[in-house]
Nanobody, 122 residues
Framework: QVQLVESGGGLVQAGGSLRLSCAASGRTLTHYHLGWFRQAPGKEREFVAAISWNYGITYYADSVKGRFTISRDSAKLVAYLQMNSLKPEDTAVYYC???????????????WGQGTQVTVSS
């Protein structure tokens, strides 16, 4: 079982940047996809971005494409989410999870971390 810990959230003004980290332990992520999701108050958890651990292939939600970049450091077992040009609507708790297939569906991911709060002020 893999354990995930998110960090890097905070309060930022619109237009600013943050970099989130997702540190994994417990097992290798070979053959897995690591995904970032977010959940705003009163809303369902939604897909943000994901990366295939082996090949580094990335995919994004349309709402963040061109602003967010997902990456990973395989040696450190850490994934990152670089968030630029942040908007108030990006405000949410951000979670990372792992899955075994290419998917934007939250049900295809598990081993969620505790989340990290991102708040973007206008």
């Amino acid at each position: 079982q893999v354990q995930l810990v998110e960090s890097g959230g905070g309060l930022v003004q619109a237009g600013g940047s943050l970099r989130l980290s997702c540190a994994a332990s417990g097992r290798t992520l070979t053959h897995y996809h690591l995904g970032w999701f977010r959940q705003a108050p009163g809303k369902e958890r939604e897909f943000v971005a994901a990366i295939s651990w082996n090949y580094g292939i990335t995919y994004y939600a349309d709402s963040v494409k061109g602003r967010f970049t997902i990456s990973r450091d395989s040696a450190k077992l850490v994934a990152y989410l670089q968030m630029n040009s942040l908007k108030p609507e990006d405000t949410a708790v951000y979670y990372c999870g792992v899955g075994i297939r290419f998917s934007r569906n939250v049900a295809d991911f598990d081993s969620w971390g505790q989340g990290t709060q991102v708040t973007v002020s206008s």
